[in-house]
């Protein structure tokens, strides 16, 4: 499959694509707000950053202990009940005077069920498209994503000047309702992909049968670790630029916009196969340059072109999947998308008080360094791990 007209000719790809569009919406529009409140609150960009991602901190609970599910849940029913739930919770971080402490248990609950939603939304798109469709469905998803995301924090940043944070976050409430929507009426009723009960114990015995593999687990590393130290500098956006914090957020999600076109649509496949580590490279190095406080505009543009290193992802996914059983899909994709969003979680967290240690600038060029130094580290033992196994097979022979 490499067209996008066959992509949407496939039934159930457009009801999943503007569900997604729409969450991903209420999550660009009611982070902003909640982080910009947050910050107006209290002036710390710890916890400022942390109410924009601290949800993804939990992911790493559900990962652990709900992502069984994934595979053993209907995918309509599931993935309509988990946007009820983020509109209810996100309706109720719009009640004014809330304390601090419940405001982070909401969103706490919020990345707990949210964990489940990566694996059944992804394992769905698996299931629905033809085997070589998956590439090219998760990029238009990712373009989508990047188009929202300007759009949604452009949006954000003026509906919380013209209105209220509070009144934003109820905007992005009702987004989450109408994605709800969205996936009762579009989505056809389908059978779970595994057979049994989801359990605690049975997730636990697929993650350590999917990090048994060596090539799997350098591909979750390479996946998880450096996205999420260069979504820390990302999180300090609104503590670096407090009244230019959407438009560096809009660049970012522009840059991957770019990123995810290139490697989804334009590049052939033995050229892209062999960027991943570029890929990565570029995700970071930009953003070196922000200890030097540049001006606004080339902070942005630094931004725009950091994160066409996201493209990196599509090809890594697509290596996941060449190794992964397909009754396990779900399971790993979620596994992916977990972990991924613990890691962004926690490098928020890290460059928040890195931040409150130095400066925003300073914190974002650590964050940089490190995601470099990551993945440089990563290609080393892949290379590694591809020679032992080279002399191996010459000795066998």
Wanted: net charge positive; charged share 10%; aromatic share 6%.
């Amino acid at each position: 499959m490499r067209s996008y007209q066959a992509l949407f000719r496939t039934r159930e790809f457009t009801p999943l694509f503007l569900s997604s569009a729409l969450q991903v919406a209420a999550v660009t529009i009611g982070g902003l707000a909640l982080g910009t409140s947050v910050y107006e609150a209290t002036g710390s960009p710890l916890l400022s950053a942390l109410s924009m991602f601290g949800p993804s901190l939990v992911q790493v609970v559900g990962a652990t202990t709900l992502l069984s599910a994934a595979d053993r849940l209907p995918p309509r029913t599931t993935l309509t009940g988990l946007a009820v739930v983020c509109a209810a919770s996100t309706a109720i971080l719009a009640l004014p005077g809330l304390p601090l402490w419940t405001v982070f248990a909401v969103i706490a609950a919020q990345g707990l069920v949210a964990s489940l939603g990566g694996g059944v939304r992804w394992g769905l798109l698996n299931e629905i498209l033809p085997k070589d469709g998956y590439l090219l469905g998760r990029s238009v998803f990712n373009m989508l994503h990047g188009l929202t995301q300007v759009a949604g924090y452009a949006t954000g940043g003026a509906l919380v000047v013209w209105l209220s944070p509070a009144m934003t976050l109820l905007v992005a409430a009702g987004l989450y309702t109408a994605a709800a929507l969205c996936t009762a009426l579009g989505l056809t009723r389908r059978a779970p992909r595994a057979s049994g009960r989801p359990s605690v114990a049975e997730t636990w015995r697929t993650n350590a049968r999917l990090w048994s593999s060596a090539p799997r687990r350098r591909l979750y590393l390479g996946l998880w670790i450096p996205n999420g130290l260069v979504v820390g500098c990302e999180s300090l956006f609104v503590a670096y630029a407090p009244d230019r914090a959407g438009l560096l957020f809009a660049c970012a999600a522009l840059g991957m916009l770019i990123g995810d076109v290139t490697v989804g649509r334009l590049l052939p496949p033995a050229t892209r196969d062999r960027l991943a580590t570029p890929l990565l490279l570029l995700l970071a190095t930009p953003y070196l340059l922000i200890a030097l406080h540049p001006p606004t505009p080339v902070a942005a543009a630094c931004a725009a072109l950091a994160s066409i290193g996201f493209g990196a992802s599509l090809i890594q996914q697509q290596r996941l999947l060449a190794h992964t059983p397909p009754e396990l899909t779900g399971h790993a994709l979620g596994l992916h998308s977990a972990g991924m969003l613990t890691m962004q979680g926690a490098g928020a967290a890290l460059a928040g008080g890195t931040a409150q240690l130095t400066s925003p600038g300073v914190a974002m060029a650590a964050m940089a360094g490190a995601s470099a130094a990551v993945t440089v580290g990563l290609w080393a033992a892949g290379r590694k791990g591809e020679d032992a196994r080279a002399a191996s097979t010459a000795d066998a022979s």
